[in-house]
């Protein structure tokens, strides 16, 4: 998410911030952490695909290895 982002997101929530704002990185880190979590419970319905299968749903491997790599790629 991008920064211009996030500060969209505050204003829709009624804060007042912009850049420089003292409330940003609070906000930003707040906003971080849920999508951070919200990833890895994503990744992690396709962790039990591949445990259901036994290991041998190379797909649901896959998406969950991608799902997590997001946070690098955000």
């Known amino acids: 998410m ?4 996030v500060i969209q997101l505050a204003r829709e929530c009624g804060f007042s911030v ?4 003292p409330a940003l990185p609070k906000f930003t880190a707040l906003i971080e952490k849920a999508v951070a979590g919200e990833r890895e419970d994503c990744a992690k ?3 039990r695909i ?3 299968y036994e290991g041998e ?4 491997t896959w998406c969950a290895e991608a799902i997590r ?3 690098d790629n955000t």
């Open 2 to 5: 991008k920064r211009e982002d």
């Open 18 to 21: 912009g850049i420089g704002s």
């Open 45 to 47: 319905v396709c962790d």
């Open 50 to 52: 591949d445990l259901e």
């Open 57 to 60: 749903d190379v797909q649901a």
């Open 69 to 71: 790599a997001r946070k």
